[in-house]
């Protein structure tokens, strides 16, 4: 099978190699499944440079999430079955960008019917986390005002919907004119271009100096410090990651003077932990597609030869939403523009222009 392998670490475009290799034979609990759609994500860009939490040997796959049909099963295996199309991550060293990888049997989940392959992919880690962090640590209330950084984002743009589905009037904070649309067109109620404006500000103007009752952080960094200015009180501030590369001192004086609550969340860990929680998120956030309240937001759509080079713009914060790959596509589909008029989240392709090469805020996961 064709795959992309990494042999020593650095940067996604340098050490990515595009190799025939062996299929992988699925073990115990596992299962071998034929790749629909992987997603391009921040942490692959780390797992290249070898600066991620887990390091496999190498050389290695990477690609973590993906939705694929099942087409072997190892020892003890009864569900899923071959033929299912399922969602979940990948067991390292063999990734998802391949024509095919291995799961964990018993953390497989059922792709939601309403979605396409790209826009299910897309689908699993982003809305997982942005649910455990919403509802799970957060405890967001109707009428609550929440704040999102990196709104446009893979992992911003499903705080945003989840928000809206409980809700919440949702702000978000972006980076350039072209993702203020998009994030007005995933139902932000207001939209902040952090190069324009100062976030904090437009947040104690619009709640009438009462502060965001919860934040939501993949960024770190400024996006943190900015936010302990703005927070209610008893707040919560959800600190997701440090997309930013920045992490940020605590500042626990203001937040015994503010009142307000700093939350970690490392959804890995309820995946591991708590498979029954996760499988009831999972169903709730089923419902909501069915229902139209969420649809994945798939910036962009590759062909498997275009994974280095998109993970390497991914790793620059130059994309938007999520890029998916598609090893049957014949062609990549990008640079067509952000949510054309008319156009589904999750069922479009393109990117926009509007990010900066350096610039991590957006297109975080």
């Given at each position: 099978?064709?795959?992309?392998?990494?042999?020593?670490?650095?940067?996604?475009?340098?050490?990515?190699?595009?190799?025939?290799?062996?299929?992988?034979?699925?073990?115990?609990?596992?299962?071998?499944?034929?790749?629909?759609?992987?997603?391009?994500?921040?942490?692959?860009?780390?797992?290249?440079?070898?600066?991620?939490?887990?390091?496999?040997?190498?050389?290695?796959?990477?690609?973590?999430?993906?939705?694929?049909?099942?087409?072997?099963?190892?020892?003890?295996?009864?569900?899923?079955?071959?033929?299912?199309?399922?969602?979940?991550?990948?067991?390292?060293?063999?990734?998802?960008?391949?024509?095919?990888?291995?799961?964990?049997?018993?953390?497989?989940?059922?792709?939601?019917?309403?979605?396409?392959?790209?826009?299910?992919?897309?689908?699993?880690?982003?809305?997982?986390?942005?649910?455990?962090?919403?509802?799970?640590?957060?405890?967001?209330?109707?009428?609550?005002?929440?704040?999102?950084?990196?709104?446009?984002?893979?992992?911003?743009?499903?705080?945003?919907?989840?928000?809206?589905?409980?809700?919440?009037?949702?702000?978000?904070?972006?980076?350039?004119?072209e993702k203020v649309e998009l994030a007005r067109g995933l139902g932000a109620d207001v939209v902040v271009d952090r190069h324009r404006e100062d976030f904090a500000g437009v947040v104690e103007d619009v709640t009438a100096g009462r502060g965001a009752d919860?934040?939501?952080?993949?960024?770190?960094?400024?996006?943190?410090?900015?936010?302990?200015?703005?927070?209610?009180?008893?707040?919560?501030?959800?600190?997701?990651?440090?997309?930013?590369?920045?992490?940020?001192?605590?500042?626990?004086?203001?937040a015994l003077l503010g009142n307000y609550s700093i939350l970690g969340l490392y959804w890995g860990l309820y995946a591991r932990r708590s498979r029954a929680e996760v499988r009831r998120a999972h169903a709730e956030l089923t419902a909501l597609v069915d229902?139209?309240?969420?649809?994945?937001?798939?910036?962009?759509?590759?062909?498997?030869?275009?994974?280095?080079?998109?993970?390497?713009?991914?790793?620059?914060?130059?994309?938007?939403?999520?890029?998916?790959?598609?090893?049957?596509?014949?062609?990549?589909?990008?640079?067509?523009?952000?949510?054309?008029?008319?156009?589904?989240?999750?069922?479009?392709?393109?990117?926009?222009?509007?990010?900066?090469?350096?610039?991590?805020?957006?297109?975080?996961?």
């Amino acid at each position: 099978m064709r795959a992309w392998q990494v042999h020593e670490p650095g940067e996604p475009v340098d050490v990515l190699c595009l190799e025939n290799i062996s299929d992988p034979v699925p073990g115990p609990g596992r299962i071998l499944v034929r790749v629909l759609a992987a997603v391009v994500n921040f942490p692959d860009a780390l797992l290249c440079r070898g600066l991620y939490q887990v390091r496999p040997p190498l050389p290695f796959v990477p690609g973590l999430e993906v939705c694929g049909v099942v087409i072997g099963t190892g020892e003890g295996v009864t569900s899923p079955a071959v033929g299912d199309r399922v969602v979940g991550l990948s067991v390292l060293p063999h990734g998802a960008f391949a024509e095919r990888t291995l799961m964990d049997a018993g953390s497989a989940l059922p792709a939601p019917a309403a979605l396409d392959d790209a826009a299910a992919a897309a689908f699993y880690v982003s809305y997982q986390t942005a649910w455990f962090g919403l509802h799970r640590r957060a405890a967001l209330r109707a009428g609550e005002t929440l704040l999102v950084h990196a709104a446009a984002g893979g992992v911003g743009s499903a705080a945003v919907q989840l928000g809206k589905a409980a809700g919440a009037t949702v702000i978000g904070v972006v980076g350039g004119p072209e993702k203020v649309e998009l994030a007005r067109g995933l139902g932000a109620d207001v939209v902040v271009d952090r190069h324009r404006e100062d976030f904090a500000g437009v947040v104690e103007d619009v709640t009438a100096g009462r502060g965001a009752d919860v934040v939501y952080d993949p960024v770190g960094g400024t996006a943190y410090t900015g936010s302990t200015r703005c927070v209610a009180f008893e707040g919560r501030i959800v600190v997701v990651g440090f997309a930013s590369g920045v992490v940020p001192r605590p500042q626990l004086s203001r937040a015994l003077l503010g009142n307000y609550s700093i939350l970690g969340l490392y959804w890995g860990l309820y995946a591991r932990r708590s498979r029954a929680e996760v499988r009831r998120a999972h169903a709730e956030l089923t419902a909501l597609v069915d229902r139209g309240a969420v649809v994945p937001l798939v910036g962009e759509r590759l062909r498997l030869a275009d994974v280095a080079d998109g993970l390497q713009r991914l790793a620059d914060g130059t994309t938007a939403g999520r890029a998916v790959m598609l090893p049957d596509q014949r062609a990549a589909n990008h640079r067509t523009g952000l949510l054309p008029q008319g156009a589904e989240m999750g069922r479009v392709s393109g990117r926009g222009a509007g990010g900066r090469r350096g610039d991590p805020h957006e297109g975080v996961s």
